[in-house]
């Protein structure tokens, strides 16, 4: 089994401490499994901490009316979350859901708050982090406003490819696509839909399923973005 600061160095927050400062940051950190499905903060809940992704993936989501969800970002080893709230004080703006297994390791608000002040690179990478979300966030809003559902599952698929796809001679190869209802949380659209639109792709021969898999032609991005 990992040791807490074995964790630590692969989070991009902690880049530019040394062994010494993550072997007495570690001291600080409380860790737990999680169970797929299970919440781990929750919208509105008081900022008290900041959470690191161990093991497993989590989703970032917002709720609405008739249990409908959407997606704001899935995240993975390394990742870490909450930090906006012990930023300003402000609730949680948003709820995480575990995807998978999960070991979450935890920062309380006063240790988090203590650390940044004694290793000021800490103060760095959260800037630094915070203008990537808004950056990617701001893209996130630009699609939903530019392009319809065609364009919005189209770039889904292109970012997907080359995030994870395989060179293949017929495209880039996605071994596992995920679900039609998590696209479509992710894009602000129904189920129906994402099927209708990945359809219309493999009749015009710009995607090819292949098993739970999807491979993406270079085409896509001329004809699924118009």
């Known amino acids: 089994m990992k040791l807490t600061i074995d964790y630590l160095r692969e989070v ?3 880049q530019g401490l040394d062994d010494d400062d993550l072997a007495r940051l570690a001291l600080l950190i409380t860790d737990r499994p999680y169970n797929k499905g299970e919440v781990v903060v929750s919208a509105e809940d008081p900022g008290d901490a900041l ?8 989703k970032v989501i917002l709720s609405g009316s008739g249990g409908r969800e959407i997606i704001l ?3 993975g080893p390394g990742a870490f979350f909450g930090e906006m709230s012990l930023v300003d004080g402000e609730p949680r703006s948003a709820t995480v859901v575990c995807t998978s297994r999960c070991r979450i390791l935890r920062l309380g ?3 988090f708050l203590r650390s940044m002040r004694s290793y000021p690179s800490m103060a760095i990478n959260i800037m630094t982090e915070l203008c990537v979300r808004l950056r990617r966030a701001d893209e996130a ?3 939903l406003a530019l392009l319809d559902v065609y364009g919005r599952v189209a770039r889904f698929l292109l970012e997907l490819a080359n995030d994870e796809g395989e060179e293949t001679p017929g495209g880039l190869l996605v071994h596992k696509l995920p679900t039609q209802q998590h696209i479509a949380s992710c894009i602000g659209t129904s189920r129906e839909t994402v099927s209708r639109t990945l359809k219309e792709f493999q009749n015009r021969g710009l995607v090819e399923v292949r098993g739970r ?5 270079s085409a896509l991005g001329a004809q699924g973005l118009r």
Request: overall charge negative.
């Open 12 to 14: 991009t927050l902690f």
């Open 51 to 58: 959470y690191i992704v161990g093991d497993g993936e989590v």
């Open 73 to 75: 970002d899935s995240l």
């Open 109 to 111: 608000r006063g240790e």
């Open 141 to 143: 809003i630009g699609n």
């Open 213 to 217: 898999g999807v491979v993406v032609r």
